[in-house]
Each structure stands twice: as C-alpha cells, then as structure tokens.
C-alpha cells in the first residue's frame, strides 16, 4: 500500500542549529512532494514543494528540501534554526502523479534556547 | 482576505446527535477537501469535491456525507454523532487538482462525549 513516513515523531534542537526532518515514501514511478507546517491552533500551510525539475527545491522562511528518488526521501532542512520555527511538520505525497494527497504522521519541532 | 473559513471552531456534542461543519472559500477554487487529524495518526481525508454537484470518497467516509451545491462552500455533516468522531476537523481548498498547494482552515474541534 503506498505510505508515507515520517522517521522521527519529536525532534527537540537548539536555536540556530541546523535540522533535518526526515520523509520516505513508498517506491513509485512518479511523486508530488510537499511539506506543510502547521503551528498551535492553526491549519496547515505550504512550506515547499516538488513536481519535477531540480531535486532541490527551496521553499519560505529558509527552509529547503531534496528529492532522493533513488532513496524514495524528501528530507527538509534548515541551517539555522529559530524559536518560531516551533512547529508540527507534515510531509505528503501524490502518488502517480494526480493521486489523493497521503500525509505523514507528523514531526513536531520543538526550537530550544 | 478571508481564504478558508471554517465555522464553529469548538463544539461538544453527545452521543447520536448530528451536526453541520460549515467551510467557505473566497478564492474561486474549484476543489475543496475535508480532512481529520487524530494525535500522531497525520491527516485523514474524508471527501473531496472537484467542483460544485462532484463529490468523492476520501479514505475514511464512514458516519460522515457532504455536499457542493456551490463552487464557495463545502460542509461536513455528522448524522449520528460516535466517540470516534472526536477529533479536529479541516476542511481545504486549491485550485486545481493534486498537484497544487492546499489552503487549510484553522479547524472545527470536535469532542463527543
């Protein structure tokens, strides 16, 4: 069955350190990747996403993400992270291309001082 | 700029009662989505409408119906209110189809007790 996972439920960190926030999904011919963030009492909103092109792709407040279609990963990451950054973070995937949105679990960041 | 309103934020119902979620969108979007998140279970989807007078089934319809009579609004109706209905629910809008980002309420938190 096609999945998503999300490999780490909670990731605490230190502001200004660097994250990775890990993604897999099941093997497939052709994705759409996205992460969502999604703060206390709030919906979701986009952080980035992959259609095709650069396995690179850089998304808002400096946050970026590479597709590993070899790996079937979509880590997201950041350099330098801050206290707003404090967050629940949800990656999904469509799978062949026009498939139904699957979400992750979700992993809450927690930016410590 | 009001993107997706969702309407009520709280409520508490008993067992067997039923209830309306309201959602309206103002950017025009012609799909709309309703979604329910449980702790550390991600995002389920539980109908989804490619425009107005199309509905589908998400992955868990049961207990639940809706209906688009308009390109603006989609609600979420519970007929016979269950314990595992408690949950918050989201409803979605995007502009096209899978591959387009998704515009996310702030959430209908649902107790049934």
């Known amino acids: 069955a096609q999945s998503v996972t999300q490999l780490d439920s909670q990731v605490p960190v230190f502001e200004e350190a660097p994250v990775e926030l890990r993604c897999n999904y099941s093997s497939s011919v052709s994705v759409y990747l996205f992460w969502y963030v999604q703060y206390p009492n709030q919906g979701l909103q986009l952080l980035l996403k992959y259609l095709s092109g650069s396995t690179l792709v850089k998304g808002i407040n400096g946050f970026e993400a590479e597709f590993n279609k070899s790996q079937t990963s979509f880590h997201l990451r950041k350099p330098s992270v801050h206290i707003s950054d404090t967050a629940e973070y949800f990656c999904a995937v469509s799978y062949n291309q026009g498939g139904k949105l699957i979400f992750g679990q979700g992993t809450e960041l927690s930016v410590k001082p | 700029n009001a993107g997706v309103t969702q309407t009520p934020k709280f409520r508490i119902l008993k067992i067997g009662q039923s209830m309306t979620l309201q959602c309206a969108q103002d950017m025009n979007h012609n799909y709309m989505y309703w979604y329910r998140q449980d702790p550390g279970m991600g995002l389920k989807l539980i109908y989804y409408?490619?425009?107005?007078?199309?509905?589908d089934k998400g992955e868990v319809p049961n207990g639940y119906n809706v209906s688009r009579s308009t390109t603006e609004d989609f609600p979420l109706r519970l007929e016979l209110a269950a314990p595992s209905q408690t949950s918050v629910y989201f409803c979605?809008?995007?502009?096209?189809?899978?591959?387009?980002?998704?515009?996310f309420g702030d959430g209908t938190r649902l107790s049934i007790l």
């Open positions: 409408s490619v425009g107005a007078g199309i509905t």
């Open positions: 979605a809008s995007s502009y096209s189809g899978w591959d387009q980002p998704q515009h």
